[in-house]
């Protein structure tokens, strides 16, 4: 399969060709002829599969195609969750429609509205936004719709997740009824069918099948913060993202009590299973969890081991393990089938060892995401490099088997060697742009 199958105009070929691009991304195989028809389409497809030239390439094909009524009148609009990825997708709108007439340009908040102002007023074809700041343009009267043609809902699933629901439909009530709809999501979990089911009318379904199921069905995300932070930032994380069921992992039993012990303090009903707990303990501890009795379960990774629970929607790594491999069967503990599950690590400069162990294992890169006030006064030194020819430790095989490759996602796997991903910033204000799961070079 090549993009030249795809009927792509030559514009985009040479826009492809430039970018080092040999073939299309699997997602991009089938997310290109769909958008190409004309139909709204809903694309399962995380980060590093090629999604947003998925998207991008045919939508820029599309508003080339058919002569605009007037020039650089909004005619698409790509939404997203943050404004990492709301900068990063507008860089590929840049990038991909560099040989085409067709203006665009990005608007997020936390920056200044003037200059986002002065370009819409110079005019564009395509906007890609932030919900919060698409809606304060257009109640200043900055943006007209009426000529909106494409609308692109960009890792919706974590639209939902940061509560921009809300905005979301106000911003459709503002869009012309006759357009296409492009809805890409991670997961097509339950509350994002019932929005894909009052957005997108008959849509073209397009799903990659992730070559490893585990890992490509868990997000991960790296939170550099202080050692002594870590408490408080594990609680702001649960209260934020409202996790009702969270299962936490210490690398000590000493760890694992006094966190449980803070965290129950806090207000926040934890228990703790390791191995000095008595069997009746571990029962219970369990039991309550399972019951939603308990909202924090902190666990050592051999006490995990044996346990006995459903997958969870997240886990968090309170201390990354010595034993890379452990990494992998922590994460391994969420990802349902069919939904994506979430890990994050709170790494403090002393555990960056532990970090490139586990990076090498998984020949990737992690995310990293700096949380308003909890900045490390200690960063994490940056990523080493990934080694291509990684040797598997001994226990190897079956950690590979939950590892995060990239085999079937476009030949894109080891991005960012190198180099560190952009700061991020997670806001906890439902509204505001806060941070991509992205882990894009
Ligand atoms: P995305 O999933 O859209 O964030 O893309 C992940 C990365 O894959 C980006 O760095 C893209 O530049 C790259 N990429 C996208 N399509 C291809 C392709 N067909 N071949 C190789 N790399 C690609």
Request: no cysteine.
């Amino acid at each position: 399969m090549s993009f030249e199958q795809l009927g792509l105009a030559p514009a985009l070929l040479q826009a492809v060709q430039e970018k080092g691009y040999s073939e299309p991304s699997p997602i991009q195989a089938q997310a290109i002829p769909a958008v190409l028809s004309g139909r709204d389409v809903m694309a399962a497809a995380q980060t590093g599969t090629g999604k947003t030239a998925g998207f991008t390439l045919p939508l820029l094909q599309r508003l080339h195609e058919s002569a605009p009524v007037h020039p650089h009148r909004l005619r698409a609009l790509v939404l997203t969750p943050t404004r990492e990825l709301a900068a990063q997708v507008a860089e590929s709108v840049d990038t991909y429609g560099t040989h085409l007439p067709l203006k665009s340009t990005v608007v997020f908040g936390g920056v200044k509205i003037n200059p986002q102002i002065a370009k819409l007023r110079r005019g564009v074809d395509i906007l890609v936004a932030t919900p919060g700041r698409l809606l304060d343009l257009h109640g200043q009267g900055e943006i007209d719709f009426s000529e909106l043609e494409i609308l692109v809902l960009d890792e919706a699933d974590r639209m939902l997740d940061m509560g921009f629901i809300h905005d979301i439909r106000r911003i459709l009530k503002l869009l012309p009824d006759q357009r296409q709809n492009l809805m890409f999501s991670a997961t097509f979990a339950n509350e994002i069918r019932s929005l894909t089911a009052s957005i997108l009318s008959n849509p073209v379904e397009v799903e990659v099948n992730p070559a490893n199921a585990t890992a490509d069905t868990v997000e991960q995300w790296v939170y550099p913060v202080d050692k002594k932070r870590k408490g408080a930032l594990l609680r702001e994380l649960v209260i934020d993202h409202n996790w009702q069921q969270v299962l936490v992992f210490t690398r000590t039993k000493h760890g694992a009590n006094r966190l449980a012990q803070q965290l129950d303090k806090a207000g926040l009903e934890a228990a703790a299973i390791h191995g000095n707990k008595s069997q009746g303990a571990r029962t219970r501890a369990l039991e309550g969890f399972k019951a939603g009795k308990v909202r924090v379960l902190v666990a050592t990774d051999i006490a995990a081991r044996g346990l006995d629970i459903a997958q969870l929607p997240q886990v968090v790594n309170f201390d990354l393990p010595n034993v890379a491999e452990d990494y992998v069967h922590r994460i391994g503990r969420t990802g349902r089938a069919g939904a994506t599950g979430k890990a994050f690590s709170l790494v403090s400069a002393d555990e960056s060892k532990q970090l490139n162990g586990i990076q090498q294992l998984i020949q990737r890169h992690i995310t990293r995401e700096y949380v308003d006030g909890f900045e490390p006064e200690h960063d994490v030194p940056e990523n080493a490099p990934l080694r291509r020819a990684h040797k598997p430790s001994k226990h190897a095989g079956k950690a590979k088997s939950g590892g995060q490759r990239q085999g079937n996602s476009g030949g894109n796997g080891n991005r960012n060697e190198g180099s560190r991903p952009p700061r991020r910033r997670r806001r906890s204000r439902a509204g505001s742009p806060s941070s991509s799961n992205g882990n894009r070079a």
